[in-house]
């Protein structure tokens, strides 16, 4: 038998097991309103959305750019907050292509269930980074994601590299 270590997990577990990681309602509504925004892994707050990191992450550096409003459908939100989504977007890339040097992107919405939407209740749009070669037998046999960084060291990374950038 083999194992995969995973030791930095053990927070979330035992953080998901007391309720700390539920909080009640929404998570993108609640995320950018709590006082320490690493709790919530928020990376930049705009005025109309904001930018968070996946906690269950597809690829280390995977981000999400969030409304404020709690909206399921992109025909409901207002075309400063689009344009302001899609700014974050472009900054989420450079972003990443400085910090990970990603050989490509999944960029979109998975908007409904029949979608693949996780959190079909409050619209979001996924920025992946992807290299070559990141989705090997362990995805596809095992059903498991080897994520390579901790998600606190990949926060402390895209927030740094965010609140310089502003």
Same mark, same amino acid.
């Given at each position: ?41 928020? @990376? ?6 904001? @930018? ?9 550096? =995977? !981000?999400?750019? *969030?409304?404020?409003? =709690? @909206? ?9 907050? *689009? ?6 977007? +472009?900054?989420?890339?450079?972003? !990443? ?10 960029? #979109?919405?998975?908007? #409904? +269930? ?7 209740? =409050?619209?979001?749009? =996924?920025? *992946?980074?992807?290299? *070559?070669?990141?989705?090997?037998? @362990?995805?596809?046999? #095992? ?13 402390? +990374? ?9």
């Amino acid at each position: 038998m083999d194992f995969l270590w995973s030791p930095w997990r053990y927070h979330y577990i035992r953080a998901n097991a007391d309720g700390t990681l539920r909080p009640e309602g929404c998570v993108f509504c609640h995320a950018p309103t709590v006082e320490d925004l690493s709790t919530t892994l928020v @990376v930049a707050r705009g005025e109309w959305s904001f @930018v968070i990191m996946n906690l269950f992450p597809y690829t280390s550096g =995977h !981000l999400m750019v *969030v409304p404020y409003a =709690h @909206v399921s459908s992109l025909a409901q939100v207002d075309d400063e907050t *689009v344009a302001e989504i899609m700014a974050f977007v +472009k900054r989420a890339q450079r972003a !990443l292509d400085a910090l990970y040097y990603p050989d490509g992107y999944n960029i #979109g919405m998975n908007l #409904g +269930k029949a979608a693949g939407a996780g959190i079909e209740q =409050h619209l979001h749009m =996924h920025v *992946v980074p992807r290299w *070559v070669g990141d989705s090997n037998f @362990v995805s596809v046999i #095992g059903e498991t994601r080897v994520i390579p960084e901790d998600l606190q060291a990949s926060y402390d +990374k895209i927030s740094r590299y965010f609140a310089e950038q502003e």
